[in-house]
């Protein structure tokens, strides 16, 4: 079978992709920032406009920090077609750890919550109900002793969400394992592992690798786009922010 040249297709010709097609081919880390920002699902601070004059805006953190780049996945895994791919992209990756089936499958909430139902169905495994209520995670779903879990999330940066859904599994939970890894399907802090005080470290399986830059608010101004005058907002806020900042440097 004749690999399909993702790089290149237009927005309308990747919503055709049929998932199927890629059940047993490992995406590169090139084609997946690809579909993104096909997609307007990434975006990314432009050095050279800014050399032009153009500084516009760049990404304000939940942490605080500032960022020459974004990732939505409310916007990249809204189509069923890319949800699913990235869901047999995660069940390759699985299948690669080498280890026996989880008895349940962890969403992160919200941005892997369909995500995880998709991989369940493809891996035959129950998906847990976990809902965030007013910025917290809740888990609604009873485990029982000895049952294991694996969870999944969209993108990682620091591990802050994976953190506080392992600490609250535990808490609520005592009697479950969970396995030592994390599946994502972009990997833009770096790490490689996660560690959780007191419960241990978790390796992170990526389907792709993808660096994004990081700065406090003291050092953007000498080493990020502040430097060329950008102002830092939160680009998640609403549509309008989002529109904001993706077009903030044409």
């Known amino acids: 079978m004749t690999k399909l040249n993702l790089l290149g297709m237009s927005k309308e ?14 995406l590169s880390a090139e084609e997946v920032i690809y579909i993104a920002e096909t997609l307007d699902a990434f975006w990314h601070y432009n050095y050279e406009a800014a050399e032009q004059g153009r500084p516009g805006k760049h990404a304000l953190l939940k942490s605080g920090l500032h960022s020459d780049g974004f990732l939505i996945s409310k916007i990249l895994l809204k ?11 995660l069940k390759q990756l699985f299948e690669r750890l080498g280890i026996a089936k989880p008895d349940w499958l962890i969403g992160v909430p919200d941005g892997a919550t369909a995500l995880a139902e998709d991989l369940g169905r493809i891996m035959g495994v129950k998906v847990a109900d976990l809902q965030k209520r007013e910025g917290r995670i809740t888990v609604i779903t009873p485990f029982k002793p000895g049952e294991r879990l694996l969870i999944v999330e969209d993108f990682c940066t620091k591990g802050t969400g994976f953190k506080e859904t392992v600490i609250l599994i ?12 994390e599946l994502v399907i972009v990997n833009r802090g770096g790490l490689k592992k996660i560690k ?31 430097k060329f005058g950008s102002i830092a907002i939160k680009p998640k806020v609403d549509e309008a922010s989002w529109r904001d900042i993706t077009t903030s440097q044409l």
């Open 13 to 26: 010709e990747l919503l055709l992709l049929n998932p199927s097609d890629f059940a047993d081919r490992l």
């Open 79 to 89: 189509p069923d077609n890319i949800r699913l791919i990235m869901a047999h992209q």
């Open 170 to 181: 535990i808490s609520k939970q005592s009697g479950a394992e969970i396995l030592p890894y």
């Open 196 to 226: 959780v005080e007191g419960v241990g470290d978790f390796t992170i399986a990526p389907v792709a690798e993808h660096r994004i830059g990081e700065w406090t608010q003291e050092e953007c101004p000498h080493l990020g786009p502040c």
